[in-house]
């Protein structure tokens, strides 16, 4: 009896636990199938397409940049000759034609005096003036010094700012005319502003140009410019009733116009950047084919269609043989996505 209890029953009840586990995992994996059977697939995959429709497209080009002191300008000597007299110290605030320093010049004369000794110069004073308002800096001249044409004998900075932003080369081709000023916002700022005298150069350009002694006494608030090569820079003036602060970051969007009531598709679905593009259409019986299209505003996701399709037409999604990537599937500087 002891044998049955310790040995016989745990081994009957192990064989039929066992006998269950096995049993579940055949029904599990290993169904049964008639014989000569095939198991094929039931789902298909199929393309994603997009019907061209009917919408609008506001083509906001926007970047991200900062604010800065506008340069300061030069003050450069008309005249050589010595320091005669100085009217400002650093700091003063000037109007332009202001003056700054008054030079003593002296001019030789021809002949000689009744004695026989050359003729003494004739001395005349020059008044060098601020070339524009702001505030003087960089004025570090004394009396009698010598001073030669064209020296800069000092700074004003002007007290106004602007805001600085950089494009990439892709985002140019949906500015369909020169703009003349953009929406600027500031977060925890002002409201948005607008900033007029608009200018677009190019980012090495606008380094390039900075003067050569530029920031030699710190006046230059600009700090130069710097951006990727391709790039463009863009610069408008903040309006003198806002409140801004150098460094601040800006949000800076260019309105290049809209469009209502236009026939429209994703960016995904064309192929080309910009003006031209190529789609795949799909008909009625499934068949693919290419497509030219005129292409007109781009808001980065939606672009016009102008010519080449009509609307209830059926094109791919997303142009053959591109992967789709959703993290960048609709570029931030409106690039249409090419296969």
């Known amino acids: 009896m002891t044998v049955l209890r310790r040995w016989v029953w745990p081994g009957l009840k192990f064989l039929v636990f066992a006998a269950i586990a096995v049993s579940l995992v055949r029904l599990a994996f290993f169904a049964a199938q008639p014989e000569g059977e095939e198991t094929t697939p039931t789902a298909q995959l199929e393309d994603p397409t997009v019907t061209v429709e009917t919408g609008e497209v506001v083509n906001d080009v926007e970047a991200t940049g900062h604010v800065e002191s506008v340069a300061a300008t030069p003050v450069r000597s008309t005249a050589e000759g010595t320091v005669n007299r100085v009217f400002v110290t650093n700091g003063t605030h000037v109007e332009q034609g202001a003056p700054i320093i008054d030079l003593r010049v002296e001019t030789p004369a021809e002949g000689t005096t009744e004695d026989g000794e050359p003729s003494p110069a004739s001395v005349t004073f020059a008044t060098v003036v601020a070339s524009s308002s702001g505030t003087v800096s960089g004025l570090d001249l004394v009396a009698k010094q ?24 892709a985002q140019l081709y949906r500015l369909t005319s020169r703009p003349s000023e953009a929406t600027v916002t500031i977060t925890d700022g002002p409201a948005p502003f607008t900033c007029t005298n608009l200018a677009l150069s190019s980012a090495s350009a606008s380094a390039a140009g900075e003067p050569s002694d530029a920031g030699a006494d710190g006046a230059d608030g600009g700090g130069g410019s710097s951006g990727a090569e391709g790039a463009t820079q863009l610069r408008c003036d903040v309006p003198g009733d806002v409140t801004v602060f150098p460094g601040l970051e800006v949000t800076v969007a260019v309105s290049a116009g809209s469009a209502e ?77 090419t296969g």
């Open 146 to 169: 010598p001073v030669a044409i064209g020296d800069t004998v000092a700074r004003v900075a002007p007290e106004s700012y602007r805001v600085t932003a950089t494009l990439e080369a």
């Open 261 to 337: 009531g236009v026939l429209t598709l994703p960016t995904t679905a064309v192929q080309g950047t910009a003006q031209r593009g190529v789609v795949t259409v799909v008909d009625d019986d499934g068949k693919r084919s290419e497509r030219e299209v005129a292409l007109g505003l781009n808001d980065g996701e939606t672009v016009e269609v102008r010519d080449g399709l009509s609307e209830g037409e059926t094109v791919l999604q997303f142009v053959p043989g591109k992967e789709a990537q959703p993290e960048d599937e609709f570029a931030e500087d409106g690039t249409v996505v």
